[in-house]
């Protein structure tokens, strides 16, 4: 029974002792790939090659590996960041839609609430005057809001656009392939940049936040909603336990594709825990940066502000 | 460079060491004992076999999810399997050679050629009717030994011979009484799995052909016939599938 635990170490508990390199900074041409060792050009080239194979099986991986307490993290995302009509954001490793969708959904019915308030006031208008509040605030129902989802992954993106074309969503939402290292967009141009569970699949760390401050406006918002690490040592191990027995399993099962969800609870054990990275975001130049643990560290939200 | 992704802990698991150099070089993946091999823990394969069990079921297109089943609940009869043909003269030359059936390794056109009866020409006519191929079956990937890796291999690259020999077409009555005629010579709880749980698809006519002809037909020759792994198939494209249906002892089809 005892060489079976050891055996099985690897398997139950890789965290332990497990070598951490270079956590997102290539000191030197080696960085890891999950618990591999590889080459910048090779990470970036597998990641490609996973997000490529899960790309149409993604949502149901997430709801099946989450039990659906993904869509709660993303909704708690949207909440902290609690856009007013006219905000301008950008999702990177936006993929398939699910943060830009819920922007959508948020600020249409913050609008929403605007209109009704503002009629609410006006007590003597007359039918012809409603009806024209009506047909001019209906054209704008999302108050001149945007949403830009940028992703490195065109397999991603065609989900996402098929998604919002399958619910709905077409105002307000512009699709750009791009690498969150290397931003096609100018300068300060962004009210709020997101990144929801991407960051960890980046290259270079440093080199997406330094980015991220550049396309923001001074004043706008830096929100990174990312795996991150579990203090608690009894919730850690059957997390660990969690995540290394039953993911890839799932990931056989439901996906065909044990190997990238191996990847994924591996790359979540070698992701820069809170503290880290939210030195690593204090670098880039952000102020006021913060995090949020939800449900103990299984995940986190930090946010920064560009002054 | 390297497409696959392979689960690698360079370290190895020694935890007396502390913080060990971490090897520069991909070599060796730990403990993984051929390409393709994914090592598993008891709780994984436990969770595997029921995923993939229940995955089978729902989705009869997912055929990687009944290979799955297959490695993973195979752990007894599977050695079972190795030691039969190790016992017998053909079968250990099989374990020897590892002969593989895979279009590259088949000359299609020599066996088209065969005379009209014969092995060759038969199985060839089955895959054209059938339109299938040879080169869909999975290579294992949970099979914990390198052996028992290569003798569920032989037997999935065999299936096909057996729809053959038993004059059993690819739908799905023809797979289910293949499926009882394996259950019985292999004893793979898959196969069992597959006889048992298959016919629920099948209207109530299929089923009463199943029940009173075709089952008890594929049991008694499953039963009779000597182990079909020890065949070496790939030595006897010119005989008669009549005269191996005897050699083996399989019942003529009804």
């Given at each position: 029974a005892a060489l079976w635990l050891c055996r099985a170490r690897p398997l139950l508990c890789p965290g332990r002792g497990v070598p951490r390199p270079l956590r997102g900074l290539a000191a030197g041409p080696e960085m890891h790939f999950g618990f591999q060792s590889v080459t910048e050009e090779e990470r970036r080239e597998k990641i490609y090659q996973v997000f490529e194979s899960v790309a149409k099986k993604y949502d149901v991986m997430n709801n099946s590996m989450t039990l659906g307490i993904h869509r709660v993290w993303?909704?708690?995302?949207?909440?902290?960041?609690?856009?007013?009509?006219?905000?301008?954001?950008?999702?990177?490793?936006?993929?398939?839609?699910?943060?830009?969708?819920?922007?959508?959904?948020?600020?249409?019915?913050?609008?929403?609430?605007?209109?009704?308030?503002?009629?609410?006031?006006?007590?003597?208008?007359?039918?012809?005057?409603?009806?024209?509040?009506?047909?001019?605030?209906?054209?704008?129902?999302?108050?001149?809001?945007?949403?830009?989802?940028?992703?490195?992954?065109?397999?991603?993106?065609?989900?996402?656009?098929?998604?919002?074309?399958?619910?709905?969503?077409?105002?307000?939402?512009?699709?750009?392939?791009?690498?969150?290292?290397?931003?096609?967009?100018?300068?300060?141009?962004?009210?709020?940049?997101?990144?929801?569970?991407?960051?960890?699949?980046?290259?270079?760390?440093?080199?997406?936040?330094?980015?991220?401050?550049?396309v923001l406006k001074p004043g706008g918002r830096f929100l990174c909603l990312e795996f991150s690490?579990?203090?608690?040592?009894?919730?850690?191990?059957?997390?660990?336990?969690?995540?290394?027995?039953?993911?890839?399993?799932?990931?056989?099962?439901?996906?065909?594709?044990?190997?990238?969800?191996?990847?994924?609870?591996?790359?979540?054990?070698?992701?820069?825990?809170?503290?880290?990275?939210?030195?690593?975001?204090?670098?880039?130049?952000?102020f006021k940066v913060d995090y949020e643990n939800l449900n103990f560290g299984i995940v986190a939200i930090h946010s920064g502000f560009k002054l | 460079g390297r497409a696959r992704l392979s689960h690698s802990d360079p370290r190895g698991w020694d935890e007396r060491g502390g913080e060990e150099e971490e090897e520069v070089e991909e070599e060796e993946v730990w403990h993984q004992l051929y390409p393709g091999h994914i090592p598993t823990s008891p709780l994984q394969k436990a969770l595997l076999a029921a995923g993939s069990a229940v995955m089978s079921l729902y989705d009869p297109y997912r055929h990687d999810m009944v290979a799955v089943l297959g490695e993973t609940t195979g752990c007894l009869a599977l050695p079972n399997l190795r030691d039969k043909m190790k016992h017998h003269p053909e079968g250990y030359r099989i374990l020897q050679e590892r002969?593989?059936?895979?279009?590259?390794?088949?000359?299609?056109?020599?066996?088209?050629?065969?005379?009209?009866?014969?092995?060759?020409?038969?199985?060839?006519?089955?895959?054209?009717?059938?339109?299938?191929?040879?080169?869909?079956?999975?290579?294992?990937?949970?099979?914990?030994?390198?052996?028992?890796?290569?003798?569920?291999?032989?037997?999935?690259?065999?299936?096909?011979?057996?729809?053959?020999?038993?004059?059993?077409?690819?739908?799905?009555?023809?797979?289910?009484?293949?499926?009882?005629?394996?259950?019985?010579?292999?004893g793979l709880p898959m196969c069992v799995l597959g006889a048992a749980f298959g016919p629920v698809r099948l209207s109530a006519r299929k089923l009463q052909v199943l029940a009173t002809e075709l089952v008890p037909w594929a049991i008694r020759s499953g039963l009779n016939a000597s182990c079909v792994l020890n065949v070496y198939y790939e030595q006897r494209w010119e005989q008669p599938v009549e005269s191996l249906r005897d050699e083996i002892g399989i019942f003529p089809p009804p």
């Open positions: 993303k909704d708690i995302l949207v909440h902290k960041m609690n856009p007013s009509p006219g905000t301008l954001l950008l999702d990177v490793a936006g993929g398939t839609g699910d943060i830009a969708f819920r922007f959508i959904n948020y600020v249409r019915s913050v609008r929403e609430r605007q209109l009704q308030r503002k009629l609410k006031h006006h007590q003597d208008l007359s039918w012809q005057e409603i009806f024209e509040n009506y047909q001019e605030d209906k054209s704008n129902s999302l108050g001149d809001s945007q949403v830009v989802v940028c992703d490195i992954n065109r397999e991603m993106l065609k989900v996402g656009k098929q998604k919002a074309q399958h619910l709905g969503y077409s105002e307000g939402l512009s699709w750009v392939l791009g690498n969150a290292e290397e931003l096609p967009f100018d300068d300060d141009k962004f009210d709020v940049y997101t990144i929801a569970f991407g960051i960890r699949n980046v290259t270079r760390i440093d080199l997406a936040l330094q980015e991220a401050y550049r690490h579990v203090s608690n040592p009894l919730l850690s191990r059957l997390y660990d336990l969690y995540s290394f027995q039953v993911i890839p399993v799932l990931g056989e099962v439901i996906a065909g594709d044990w190997k990238s969800y191996q990847y994924l609870v591996e790359s979540i054990r070698q992701f820069p825990p809170q503290e880290e990275l939210k030195a690593m975001i204090e670098d880039a130049g952000f | 002969p593989r059936i895979r279009l590259s390794t088949l000359d299609m056109s020599r066996l088209r050629g065969l005379p009209d009866g014969s092995l060759g020409r038969e199985y060839v006519r089955f895959l054209e009717v059938n339109k299938v191929s040879p080169d869909t079956r999975m290579p294992p990937k949970f099979v914990d030994d390198e052996e028992l890796a290569y003798v569920i291999q032989r037997y999935r690259e065999v299936h096909d011979l057996m729809h053959t020999l038993l004059g059993m077409p690819t739908n799905m009555l023809g797979e289910v009484v293949v499926k009882w005629f394996e259950a019985v010579q292999t």
